[in-house]
């Protein structure tokens, strides 16, 4: 399930460019706060194993970049959340409703409306774009390292570590060839830069931004699509959209 958060500023207001630790923090105390009030007995089931989720980049309209932070000039911003978790989201939204607003890096925005984003049709071959991110890794003699966009193995990495997360939650036996990744010739060919580094927590992330194909199974591509993609999911990476 996927919904849009649309929230109100009133300028001149400023957050770091690096705020994607603040938004997991918000979005964890938003819900901590309703379901402690309201729901206790899932309020201790989510403080053993808080549900899987993923959140887009900030969209906001109207901005400017002045020594690592964001003045946000205009009255609106906005982001997606979305969890394979529906129960979650629900929550989420109820906690939004109750709370009126939204804190990032300690400042206040009021809630304008939250909105329910309809699935689009899944088929067995897609193109994406990414709404943040894409943060692949693996192991190198003992090590976590970067995946890059020209690693050779970059369609076995994604597919293995999605297929890994979806075999997890729902208990079945895919093999991870039941699905393939691909960057976007077209926009390779335009030579966009196809990578970003990103900061969080004062860790520095090489991270992966393009255009993408996926082909496979249809349950794995809506996997992907409402579970984000890649690692630190909950951080605000991997949250993709259909391009049409």
Known sequence: MRIKINLLSQPPVSIPIEYNYDIYLGLRKLVFDFVGTHKP???????????EFTFSQLMIPGRKIE??????????????????????VEYLV????????FSVHNKTF???????VEDPGFSPEMKFRMLSPLLL????????VFVRPEDSDLDDIFSRQLV??????????YESNRIKFALDQDYLERGKSLTRLLTIRNINYKTIFSPFHLKGETDL???AYTNGIGAKTNYGLGMIDVVN
């Open 164 to 173: 890994g997360k979806y075999n997890t939650l729902y208990g079945t036996g």
């Open 221 to 223: 591509i809506k996997f």
């Open 94 to 101: 109820k906690a939004f409703n109750h709370a009126g607003a």
């Open 137 to 144: 890794l693996k192991k190198v003699k003992g090590k976590a």
């Open 110 to 116: 009021k809630l304008k409306k939250i909105e329910v």
């Open 67 to 88: 020594y690592g932070f964001i003045e946000i000039t205009g009255a609106y911003l906005s982001f997606f959340v979305s969890s394979v978790d529906d129960t979650f």
């Open 41 to 51: 007995k899932l309020f201790n089931k989510y403080k053993k194993t808080f549900p």
